[in-house]
Nanobody, 126 residues
């Protein structure tokens, strides 16, 4: 199972960015059977939950730090999940990871996720 995160970059405060996470692999069963999420991490700090989405995309959860500024979505036909972020702040700077879970609920806990992407760097300058 492979998750490929992309879309990160260097932006200025107030800008928008869309991250993508593509799922693939010979043992990757239906993409739509996984709950998905985005986490982020800075050096020396714990990985933190950003947003999560259920199988169909009609249920989502957001960390307070990004609520109202971010939208998580998925396109199961394309095996891809997205995170649209707007009004970016310097404190949003981090490596962003996508993750997939076999569980049937959106978890904010790192250990509840079975598969992880390699991460994509987001840097927001002030």
């Amino acid at each position: 199972v492979q998750l490929q995160a992309s879309g990160g970059g260097l932006v200025q405060a107030g800008d928008s960015l869309r991250l993508s996470c593509a799922g693939s692999g010979s043992t990757f069963s239906s993409f739509s059977s996984y709950y998905m999420a985005w986490f982020r991490q800075n050096p020396g700090k714990a990985r933190e939950f950003v947003a999560g989405i259920n199988w169909s995309g009609d249920s989502t959860d957001y960390a307070d730090s990004v609520k109202g500024r971010s939208t998580i979505s998925r396109d199961n036909a394309k095996n891809t999940m997205y995170l649209q972020m707007s009004s970016l702040k310097p404190e949003d700077t981090a490596v962003y990871y996508c993750a997939a879970s076999r569980r049937n609920y959106i978890s904010r806990v790192v250990g509840m996720y079975n598969y992880w992407g390699q991460g994509t760097q987001v840097t927001v300058s002030s």
